[in-house]
């Protein structure tokens, strides 16, 4: 199985310079797009704030990258559609095994997400647990 976290980055800009309802617009915007490009078998999470979770199950490592790396552009296309200063930094893991628990699966890819952010945002970030 495959895991994401997304983050979105300066998404506390579009608060504060363009109000509450224009960040609800963003995260309706972003929730949706996720929604439109996942199987009916992977399951879309808000998290909190400006944070998502998907999980693919039976989701191999290359399969993975190239559903990411669309839904990566397709989030990018909405952002620029609307004029948003927001960009999408994803950590993504893909499991071996299934992980002990969510929190470990939660866990882990978001510190995969933190690398991306560190390393300059706006990116996706892979890993994945040895067999």
Known sequence: MTAAYLDLDRFKEVNDQR????????????GATLREHVRETDIVARL???????????????????VLTSLHDKLREGRRAHGWPVTFSIGVVTFSTPP???????????????TVKRDGRDAIGWAHTPP
Do not use: C, Y
């Open 19 to 30: 109000g509450h309802l224009e960040g609800d617009a963003v995260l309706r915007v972003v």
């Open 100 to 114: 002990e628990s969510l929190d470990e699966l939660l866990q882990r890819t978001d510190d995969v997400m933190f």
């Open 48 to 66: 909190g704030g400006d944070e998502f979770a998907i999980i693919f199950p039976e989701l191999d490592a290359g399969a993975a990258r190239g």
